[in-house]
């Protein structure tokens, strides 16, 4: 039983990871209601520009580890900043309009060229941050055993307070209302004074901002973010996300987060080599007999 527990709470922690880059996936699709799949390698890049500029602060620059970290912090998200505003002017705007394939064509070239930029910038090696806040914090008594590291509740606690805030945002600001005004009729919102253009950057920009976080985060816990990983996430929100629905990015997050816990009790259970087929499988299978439902509610 407390192995079965370690496991679910280990999974609650992938769960964090998982909702932020679902939620910020509807925020994207929302609007464009076009297939993106950039969003597994901004979470990638993300994680990555974080260690390699933590590395280049700590090796190069013989800053103190703290230092280091806050540097590598702060090139992250003008990375991101600046990456996220060309996309959304560059790729989303002057395609928005065009057929829905061009825009899932160019965000898979895009995931390409970030996945390789990040490779070729870490010269194809793979750098590692130290172990941070790694005591392990007692749950449930000592007797039971079971136990989060502090970054791990960290990660959770800061993961559940994103999500919360947007929640607000979405239902309790006139933000939120300008959203799904867009993502229901971005005409009409046209007629009644909205720029539906302006709407769809900023949710884009907002979207990369969780979804880089989310990165961060993981690149914080794990201590390395490969450059290869950006797809497979990128595909697994994509699968989780249509599974769930695109209306609303809490219903997204929820999914997301029981795929983060199967796959960690997966990973308990079954052999890890076999876990991203299992899950994929698991989507696919969601995936279908939702949409035989949908068809049949329509009939």
């Known amino acids: 039983m407390a192995y079965f527990l370690q496991l679910l709470l280990n999974g609650i922690h992938n769960a964090a990871l998982y909702s932020l880059l679902a939620y910020g996936y ?89 996945m390789e930029l990040s490779r070729i910038a870490a010269n194809t090696r793979d750098y590692w941050l130290p172990p941070l806040l790694a005591d392990p914090v007692r749950l449930l008594g ?49 007629l009644c004074g909205i720029d539906p253009s302006r709407v769809r950057t900023q949710a884009i920009l907002a979207a990369y901002g969780v979804c880089a976080l989310a990165g961060f985060l993981a690149a914080l816990y794990y201590g390395n973010v490969s450059f290869n ?26 999914g997301a987060a029981i795929v983060g816990i199967i796959e960690s009790l997966w990973g308990g259970y079954f052999s890890v080599l076999w876990r991203d087929a299992a899950i994929f499988s698991l989507l696919v299978f969601v995936l279908a007999t939702r949409t035989n439902v949908q068809e049949t509610e329509r009939i």
Do not use: C
């Open 26 to 114: 509807v925020l994207i699709h929302g609007l464009t209601h076009r297939t993106d799949l950039s969003l597994g390698a901004i979470f990638a890049f993300s994680g990555q520009t974080f260690i390699l500029a933590t590395a280049f602060g700590w090796s190069v620059l013989w800053m103190t580890l703290p230092a280091a970290l806050s540097f590598g912090t702060f090139i992250a998200i003008v990375y991101i900043g600046i990456g996220g505003y060309i996309i959304a002017k560059f790729i989303y705007a002057p395609l928005d309009a065009g057929n829905r394939n061009t825009v899932l064509v160019a965000t898979l070239g895009l995931s390409i060229f970030l």
């Open 142 to 190: 000592s007797a039971i055993g079971i136990s989060l590291t502090q970054l791990q509740i960290v990660n959770i606690v800061i993961a559940f307070s994103v999500i919360t805030l947007g929640e607000v945002i979405m239902l309790r600001t006139s933000a939120g209302r300008i959203w799904r005004a867009v993502s229901d009729e971005p005409a009409a919102s046209a």
């Open 229 to 254: 990983t950006g797809i497979i996430f990128g595909l697994k929100i994509l699968f989780i996300t249509a599974a769930g629905g695109f209306s609303r990015p809490l219903h997204a997050a929820f």
